[in-house]
């Protein structure tokens, strides 16, 4: 069970009643908490209406940039989290993205502080690399005048883990940075630490340069984030299935699926470009090979937790070290871990832990997130998703992807799915209905651009609307096939280009596709329109990104650098937007 | 031809179709679809080639949010069958890049593609014109591929009739550019170039024309099956004209009589240097007098009995520069292929492949891979779906043989195996109502077990199945015929004679597997016991009084057993 937040000793309190007001804290519910916590402002504010108002800023406010380098959103988010702590502890906070801001500028600030996430094997996120290889070139600027920390996102599953984070931070300490606090570095269940270091670290700069008459009247309200009505990762809805279709041909070599969840009375107001967070369970019979190859029998407890609670497929370098070290067994090389999972770890020294050892050495189960694939408008309150089960075969064992292949294989219609939402506010349709709009979405990427599609045929936009699709066959998997025909036929979408790998001797990806159309493309992006990538982030998000600039070279008669240029002030103009994994 | 009746639909496309473009270029654009608008379905048989779509999966498309699974089946313009090693290996690149990893040889001696995307069309072209072939009219309203007795250890002879074939293709060929615009990208004709179709016409004939040249005693292409035929007349060893046959045909719709197969009938002998002149004119008889408004009674048989063969015939020698002469003797033995190994005196050898079906897959295509590699010679398509591998020079032919065991090639077969044939039908042929090349061979292999009890295994008895009626394996002169009426079901046809002269007779309407093999099992028994000397299956169930024989196409539907008849 999780402990609820205490008072700390600074609180304006004696010390016995911090104490007496812990012991009451600390049973709490977050409902009671935010009960109390309204209570206590509402009896104040009706009985003091000029303590009601929030406290006046003090006369000089800190100034402090919360910087941020995202490629999924979490980084953002969280960006956006410490700037509500540190409004509330008196800060003059900025929010800016790494892709608006240059070193120069960071050197320029007084505070620093910096959420950077890591992405595939030790990259930078797209949008952040012009700033980090700034940062390391041998001509950055020094960082004599500012303090900063540095708040890391990644994965373990990587061997690079939050390795830019990591580098960014040593890079500002070694041109004369100053920590306020050390570097978290964070796993994919990032909420709790990342939120706990922000209070930290914020209140330790606080203290550090803050301003030096706070107040009693300005209180730290740590109300249950975010509402509480809304599901979230801790509390999913439970939404059931509506429709499930396979929508691979029976000859195909994926398997990907139409999922329609109904969310009706789930208070998810979702926008078309958002995600769906789904909470997977694990394949039982995994859970009972993993308990086998432990040595351990299972009781429903330990049996429940490695269903529900906890990841049992990932294997990452640390828990190589800490199973070796547990077990008195000689440590595996970190790059034994690729392509293996945590059963394998274990089948190397069989029966030797306890239960307890086990569940130490295993992450939490993280969830998957699914762009979603349909309008409110056109499906009222459904959200539909496109899964491809992930499956494949490595060292010799057959895997699955957790979530997918739960949700493709182990759910049915009419059961439920765990799912809450996860805004992207960078993956929106433009605010300008006739502004014509490119989407480049091979596989399950296709998702949110058939609610983009719904979205503007509902709301009678009259933008264009190019789609851009790829995937293995032709025949056996061309998604939402006649669904798109019937778009093309009323429309509503301009034009449909397709590049399918699999059907001739040479390899046809959409980048292909894209040179082909590249005197179009390059007139509809000098008349404004707003390009979106979606799908896989590794390979295909990559090499679009390297043909879009060969484009932006070839057709603007230019050279690489004024190619970038006009990339980059596209995407500063929003007009170039990413939802890749 | 009644002029008061309107023409059929066909018609209408031809005549706008520009000869032949319709909106085929634009068609290849929309890659939403994996289809052709309807109209230039039509429109590309003419440049080869049928839409078709996967019939195995129709049930699950709609429910996967797809089309049906469109694909295209693809045929060439391979005048007498002939290729070069070369053409083969890009033939089999094609297959494997392009279409489905398979050659299919056909029953007119060339060669189709299936499985082929709409988006690989192109360069499925290109690919054949890269190597001097190409697909014009090879299925659609004109003359289409023809066909020539294969036996090219009659060197000569066999020279002499695959000159007259690529003659006759050529001469015959549509003359618009379309296929070279549409598939190779070719400039299009300048606006003040007229292009016209002097043989064929600018809406081309009223349906299929096919023609056939027999060098007797073989009759391996079905010589009376085709709307013309070519019979040559050898004297002293060379060949000095031919016979011809004018009005064969197979196709015919179940429960409509007035459709029916015919054997063509020999109207006289043309000598070798005017071949070429009766083939257009009869072409353009049929042009003229062809039936447009049905097309069901629009090949050249129906026209022929239309009009009465006499007249018909009084019209073509009207037509012709030189008149026919009276027809001059020929005999016929058998229509199949012998298989193996062949020599002539010089040590040149000629090794005839039995190809089940016609369909080369697997080790058949490695294995002629390799032997095309070695670059010898040329191959042959038969019109009994085998391939001959002609020409090997006497010091190669141990490679050859080396290749062919290596590859399991050499393998012997059953009499009635190699004497078997089956259309594609089932899962892509778009007329299939039931299995045929997907089933013929288990039904053989249940049927080789009962012919081996009564010692007739290395008897030749031909036996042809299609899925539907229109007879494209050339069933109803076969000595056993199987016509697909359901899935599972089939017409029962006996009593055709063996070399290919006489058309059979319905036996049993509407049998399974099972029945047939219980039919025929006590019908092999007997003939093992009763046959005269000689006497052929085909001519003992006529003579024993199974079936009455069918002596014209248009009795083909009479003198059925009582219990047969409508």
């Known amino acids: 069970m999780q402990t609820a937040p205490l008072l700390p000793n600074t609180a304006p309190f004696q010390q016995e009643q911090i104490a007496a007001l812990n012991r009451v804290i600390s049973v709490s519910t977050a409902e009671q908490r935010a009960w109390l916590s309204g209570y206590l402002a509402g009896l104040q504010a009706a009985n003091d209406p000029q303590a009601g108002t929030p406290a006046a800023p003090p006369a000089k406010r800190v100034p402090l940039t919360i910087l941020f380098g995202t490629e999924s959103g979490n980084a953002e988010a969280l960006a956006g989290q410490a700037r509500k702590v540190a409004a509330k502890l008196g800060f003059a906070p900025k929010v800016v993205d790494m892709a608006d801001f240059s070193p120069a500028q960071a050197a320029a600030t007084e505070n620093l502080l910096i959420v950077a996430s890591t992405w595939g094997e030790g990259d930078p996120p797209q949008r952040a690399v012009d700033f980090y290889e700034a940062l390391m070139a041998d001509d950055a600027p020094r960082f004599e005048k500012t303090r900063f920390a540095v708040l890391a996102l990644g994965d373990r599953a990587y061997a690079q883990f939050c390795e830019i984070g990591r580098r960014i931070d040593e890079r500002l300490a070694a041109l004369g940075g100053a920590r306020i606090t050390d570097r978290i570095e964070c796993d994919l269940d990032f909420e709790t630490p990342a939120n706990g270091w922000i209070d930290t670290t914020l209140e330790r700069l606080n203290a550090e340069v803050g301003p030096k008459d706070v107040g009693a009247s300005v209180i730290h309200v740590d109300f249950a984030r975010p509402g509480a009505d809304v599901p979230t990762r801790a509390r999913p809805f439970e939404a059931e299935i509506v429709e499930a279709v396979r929508l691979s041909g029976s000859r195909s070599s994926s398997d990907t699926h139409h999922v329609a969840v109904s969310l009706e009375g789930s208070g998810i107001a979702y926008e078309p470009g958002d995600s769906l967070g789904v909470v997977p369970s694990n394949d039982p019979a995994l859970v009972d090979a993993v308990l086998k190859a432990a040595g351990l029998g299972g009781d429903a407890t330990l049996r429940g937790a490695l269903t529900e609670q906890l990841d049992i497929t990932t294997l990452t370098a640390r828990q190589m070290e800490d199973f070796a070290r547990e077990t008195k067994t000689q440590a595996l090389p970190a790059d034994w871990a690729t392509g293996r999972q945590i059963i394998d770890l274990l089948e190397t020294a069989p029966g030797a832990l306890t239960a307890e050892q086990l569940t130490a050495l295993l992450r939490p189960l993280p969830p998957r997130y699914y762009s979603i694939a349909s309008s409110r408008k056109a499906v009222g309150e459904e959200a539909h998703l496109l899964v491809a089960a992930l499956r494949y075969t490595s060292h010799g064992r057959a895997r699955a992807g957790v979530a997918s292949v739960d949700i493709t294989e182990r759910h049915r219609a009419g059961e439920t799915l765990k799912v809450f939402l996860r805004p992207n506010p960078h993956f929106r349709l433009p605010a300008d209905h006739e502004r014509p709009i490119i989407m480049v979405g091979p596989g399950t990427g296709l998702a949110p651009f058939r609610g983009f599609l719904q979205e503007r045929e509902a709301t009678g936009a009259g933008g264009r609307n190019w789609l851009v699709f790829g995937h293995r066959n032709y025949t056996h998997d061309f998604l939402y096939q006649l669904e798109l025909q019937d778009w093309l036929k009323e429309g509503v979408l301009t034009r449909l280009d397709v590049a399918f790998s699999r059907d001739q001797p040479e390899k046809r990806y959409v980048q292909n596709t894209l040179w082909e159309a590249r005197r179009d493309l390059f007139a509809w992006l000098r008349e404004g329109a707003a390009l979106y990538v979606c799908g896989d982030a590794n390979a295909m998000a990559k090499d679009v990104h390297a043909m879009l600039l060969r484009i932006l070279a070839d057709q603007g008669r230019q050279d690489e650098a004024a190619a970038k240029a006009e990339l980059d002030a596209i995407r500063r103009d929003g007009r170039y937007l990413r939802d890749v994994y | ?566």
């Open chain 2, 1 to 566: 031809m009644d002029i008061d009746r309107p023409l059929s639909a066909n018609e209408r496309i031809k005549a706008d179709s520009r000869l032949l473009r319709g909106t085929i270029a634009e068609g290849l654009t929309h890659t939403e679809t994996g289809a052709l608008a309807d109209d230039d379905t039509q429109l590309t048989k003419f440049h080869g080639f049928y839409q078709q779509d996967d019939r195995d999966l129709r049930a699950e498309r709609g429910k996967q949010r797809m089309e049906k699974a469109f694909s295209f089946m693809v045929r060439m313009r391979i005048p007498a069958g002939i290729v070069t090693p070369a053409q083969w290996l890009a033939i089999e690149t094609l297959a494997l890049e392009r279409a489905n990893g398979t050659i299919r040889l056909t029953t007119r001696e060339t060669v189709q593609f299936h499985g082929i995307l709409k988006g690989n069309l192109q360069s499925l072209m290109q690919g054949l014109n890269d190597v001097g072939l190409d697909t014009i009219a090879a299925c659609g309203d004109v003359n289409r591929n023809v066909i020539a007795t294969v036996a090219p250890w009659r060197r000569d002879l066999h020279a002499v009739i695959g000159g007259l074939a690529r003659d006759i293709s050529a001469h015959l060929l549509p003359k618009t550019r379309a296929w070279h615009e549409i598939w190779l990208g070719e400039e299009k004709v300048a606006g003040g170039v007229v292009e016209d179709e002097p043989i064929l016409g600018r809406t081309y004939l009223p349906r299929k024309f096919k023609i056939a040249i027999a060098l007797p005693p073989h009759n391996d292409v079905d010589v009376f099956a085709h709307d013309l035929g070519f019979i040559a007349i050898v004297q002293r060893g060379r060949i000095v004209g031919y016979n011809v046959v004018v009005g064969g045909g197979m196709g015919m719709t179940h429960g409509e009589p007035e459709t029916y197969p015919r054997t063509g009938d020999v109207i006289g002998f043309c000598q070798a240097k005017d071949a070429v002149d009766v083939a257009e004119k009869v072409v353009t008889m049929q042009r003229d007098y062809g039936d447009r408004s049905n097309r069901k009674h629009a090949r050249l048989k129906y026209t022929i009995d239309a009009m009465g063969l006499e007249r018909f015939v009084s019209l073509v020698n009207e037509r012709l520069a030189v008149k026919l002469e009276p027809a001059k003797t020929y005999k016929f033995t058998s229509t199949g292929d012998p298989l193996g190994w062949a020599q002539e005196d010089d040590g040149t050898a000629h090794f005839t492949l039995f190809v089940e079906n016609g369909r080369v897959r697997g080790r058949m295509l490695t294995g002629l891979h390799a032997i095309a590699e070695l670059g010898l010679g040329r191959l042959v398509m038969t019109a009994n779906q085998n391939l001959v591998l002609a020409d090997i020079p006497p010091a190669r032919r141990a490679d050859v043989e080396a290749l062919l065991a290596a590859h399991g090639l050499d393998r012997p077969v059953s009499g009635l195996r190699r004497s078997a044939m089956a259309c594609v039908a089932l899962p892509t042929c778009g007329l299939a109502l039931a299995e045929s090349e997907r089933y013929l061979p288990d039904l053989v292999t249940r049927l080789e077990d009962e012919i081996e009890r009564f010692g007739l295994r290395e008897d030749e008895i031909t036996i042809r199945m299609t899925g539907c009626p229109n007879g494209c394996a050339r069933p109803y002169v076969s000595e056993i015929g199987l016509v697909g009426r359901t899935p599972g079901v089939y017409n029962l046809y006996l009593g055709g004679a063996h070399e290919g002269t006489r058309l059979n007779k319905l036996h049993r309407r509407d049998v399974d597997g099972d029945t047939i093999v219980a039919v025929l099992t006590p019908l092999f028994e007997a003939y093992a016991r009763e046959r005269t000397c000689g006497e052929r299956f085909g001519d003992f169930v006529i003579r024993s009084g199974v079936v009455k024989e069918t002596t014209a196409g248009l009795n083909f539907h009479e003198n059925l057993a009582a219990d047969l008849e409508n």
